[in-house]
Structures are given as structure tokens and as C-alpha cells.
């Protein structure tokens, strides 16, 4: 039988939480805490605790120093996050402090116990909304790089060093309207609104 603690601010949290896993016969909830201070004094003293449920939000310390303790404590210890807070980058947080899954309080009773499940056996559950927030690509994620031609580089630098499109032409020894077509090409490439746009995209790929 697997040992369980919870920790949530919310008791009636706790209750529903515990109405479901005690239905499960290889869970046994060992003790349940509304504060993080009180379960690490617990955690120093107890037998080994297969896993935590554990909630970001607490009254006293937040989760994220709670997880970070229970690592150092006791390492086999697993955590699996019980939050409202639906944000990639504390999900990616509290994976990077030893977490082993994350769920939504919104998920249902068969991704709980399912979520509890993978964990104890070394695998990281994630509820499956938050599945689809990890999956998804971020809005300002780093587009890849465009591929450019050779004279589509040369056009792209000159524009970066503020040359019109009649001294770019009359350098490369190309008609004005042939410059005109590469910086439109160069603006779809890199999906850029505006000169400005595109010379700050270029930038960040590195490829002025």
C-alpha cells in the first residue's frame, strides 16, 4: 500500500481529495495539512511517504519551496502538484523543483487517480489540460529560421545598413524592381510587417 500526504490550503479541498483516494485500496492517506510549515516538521519525522499532493498556494510558504524541501528531505519522496494555476511557466517550475506530475483542480476524479498512479510508478502525469498547455508552442517562441538564398542575404544586410532599394540595385548590378521582389520575399520569409520587423527578426536569428 501506497502512503499519501496532502497538502492544500482548502479543507474542503482536502475532503474531496480524500473521498477519492480512499475508494482506491492500494492508497492509504497517512495525514493531510492546510500549511507548508507543518507538514516539512511532519515530513522530518515521518516514515517514508510515497507521495505528496500538493498545492501551490499555501498560507505560509508557497509550494514551490515546499517541493524544493521535500527533494531535499526525503528525494524518493514523489510530488504531484494540485493547482489552479494553469500558467506554463509555473507548471515548468515546479517540474524544474522535483515535481513529478501536474494537474488541474478542474480534472476528473479518473485523472487524479490516474495522474497518482503513473507517479508512484516513475512516470510524470500531467491532467489532460495540462497536457495541451505544455504541448502548445508559446506565442513568442523563436520562429525557426527562414531559409535564404545567398543574394537574398546580401539584399537582407544592405537593408539592415539603411540602403534603398536603387543603391542596392545599382551595387549588385540588378534592376530596382528585382531588389523590390527580394525584400518582399524577405518580408514573407521572416512573416515581417514592416522594414523595422524584419531587420529586428533578423537580428535575433543572427543572420545580420
Do not use: W
Amino acid at each position: 500500500m501506497n502512503n499519501i500526504v496532502i497538502v492544500d490550503d482548502h479543507p474542503i479541498v482536502i475532503g474531496g481529495l480524500l473521498a477519492l483516494l480512499q475508494a482506491d485500496k492500494a492508497l492509504q492517506v497517512m495525514a493531510t495539512f492546510t500549511a507548508g510549515q507543518a507538514f516539512l516538521s511532519f515530513l522530518a519525522g515521518a516514515d517514508f511517504i510515497d507521495i505528496v499532493l500538493l498545492d501551490i498556494t499555501l498560507p505560509d510558504i508557497s509550494g514551490v519551496e515546499v517541493c524544493k524541501q521535500i527533494k531535499k528531505i526525503s528525494p524518493e519522496t514523489k510530488v504531484l502538484i494540485i493547482s489552479n494555476h494553469s500558467e506554463r511557466s509555473i507548471i515548468l517550475q515546479m517540474l524544474q523543483q522535483g515535481a513529478s506530475g501536474y494537474l488541474l483542480k478542474n480534472a476528473s476524479s479518473e485523472e487524479l487517480v490516474r495522474c497518482v498512479h503513473d507517479v508512484l510508478e516513475g512516470k510524470v502525469a500531467f491532467s489532460a489540460e495540462v497536457m495541451t498547455i505544455m504541448t502548445r508552442p508559446l506565442q513568442n517562441e523563436r520562429k525557426a529560421t527562414p531559409h535564404l538564398t545567398k543574394r537574398e542575404r546580401q539584399v537582407l544586410s544592405m537593408i539592415a545598413a539603411g540602403r534603398t532599394s536603387a543603391s542596392i540595385a545599382e551595387e549588385l548590378c540588378v534592376s530596382q524592381f528585382t531588389v523590390e521582389t527580394h525584400r518582399r520575399n524577405l518580408m514573407q520569409k521572416f512573416e515581417a510587417g514592416n522594414t523595422a520587423a524584419l531587420i529586428r527578426m533578423a537580428a535575433e536569428q543572427q543572420l545580420l
